[in-house]
């Protein structure tokens, strides 16, 4: 895997240090960084899943996502149905338009 479009001098190390102190907050940007830091483990053969950069990355979109009450209630159970049912919706949607 190619990462010729991340800046020459791009460190996914130095980067989840910038994330978490003192803390980042906007999720759509950790999620980048935390592609970025994937890609450039993937391209040094690095495993993703062990990578201290990119575990901390995703502990700080984690956070910022609260992921820690999904796994502690019943949460995880009402997002999987209202993903469920707005996928439907728009499945449906679809359908629509293409019979109109």
């Not at 130095?14 to 978490?20: K, N």
């Not at 003192?22 to 935390?34: H, I, Q, T």
């Amino acid at each position: 895997m190619s990462v010729t479009d991340l800046p020459a001098d791009y460190d996914r190390h130095r980067a989840a240090l910038d994330i978490v102190d003192p803390g980042a907050c906007n999720p759509s940007g950790v999620a980048l960084a935390l592609h970025n830091a994937c890609r450039q483990a993937i391209a040094e053969g690095v495993s993703q899943r062990n990578d201290p950069a990119i575990r901390l990355i995703g502990l700080q979109l984690a956070y910022l996502l609260r992921v820690d009450r999904i796994l502690d209630s019943e949460e995880y159970g009402r997002l999987i149905e209202q993903c469920r049912v707005r996928a439907e919706e728009r499945q449906n949607a679809h359908v629509r338009e293409a019979v109109a």
